[in-house]
């Protein structure tokens, strides 16, 4: 999938995104991602890339001092800005990519359930991309699915690097081939080593959370 039918993808599923945290298995696992996300941003000025509908954006501004909540869709954003936050975001419009393109100076960044569709062989380039933008001992937060048999999507393809994909039906009938890797701790260490220090991952039963600091 390139990044433009990614992106349209996300444009077209913006309505029934949020249905995915209402999967019932997944509440206890969510609850507890839910609660890590507001402390771990406390005092922080944050920068969250991919944002969708803001659904993480309301915990990690719990606390935060600020945060600056980008997506590349503004069919999203315009849902996120729905929402109540206990701090205000400053909403924009900004590609993953070039975090190097978004005004601010942050000492902390979120990228929730984006890490899946970077495909493998463009990681080092994006993960090279925030640690250029971020002052050293930044917080970043990596947080996204483990692949479960009967609660996942299940894999349609794998590509020559290695990448997974699934085919997700939406609601216009549709269905769409959609890059999802799901890395295990070892590959998300490996992953951030030359790129941060304290890295730490906690595996829940559907979701990962990776925590460092940038060298
Ligand atoms: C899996 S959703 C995650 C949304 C949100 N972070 C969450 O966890 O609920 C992926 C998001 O990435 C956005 N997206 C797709 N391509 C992007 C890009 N190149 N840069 C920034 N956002 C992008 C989509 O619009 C979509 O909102």
């Not at 997944?26 to 609660?35: A, F, G, P, V």
């Not at 609660?151 to 549709?174: C, I, V």
């Not at 890395?183 to 941060?196: C, H, K, V």
Request: charged share 25%; net charge negative.
């Amino acid at each position: 999938m390139s990044d433009d039918a990614m992106k349209q993808y996300y444009a077209r599923r913006a309505g029934e995104y949020e249905g995915i945290y209402h999967k019932p298995e997944r509440q206890h696992d969510l609850r507890l991602l839910e609660s890590r996300i507001a402390e771990i941003f406390a005092g922080r000025i944050v920068l969250e890339i991919a944002c969708g509908t803001g659904y993480w954006t309301q915990f990690a501004s719990r606390n935060a001092l600020s945060i600056t909540a980008t997506d590349i869709n503004p069919e999203v954003i315009a849902i996120a800005k729905t929402k109540t936050y206990d701090v205000a975001p400053q909403f924009l419009i900004a590609d993953a990519y070039t975090p190097q393109d978004i005004t601010g100076n942050f000492d902390a960044l979120l990228s929730a359930f984006w890490w899946s569709h970077v495909p493998k062989q463009q990681l080092a380039e994006f993960f090279g991309n925030l640690h250029k933008r971020l002052p050293p001992g930044s917080l970043i937060v990596f947080m996204d699915n483990r692949n479960v048999e009967g609660s996942s999507t299940p894999l349609a393809f794998t590509d020559e690097s290695g990448n997974t994909f699934q085919d997700r039906p939406l609601k216009d009938g549709t269905t769409h081939r959609v890059l999802k890797n799901f890395p295990d701790s070892e590959e998300i260490t490996n992953a951030l080593t030359r790129y941060a220090t304290d890295i730490q991952v906690t595996e829940l039963e559907y979701y990962w959370l990776a925590t460092c600091l940038t060298k």
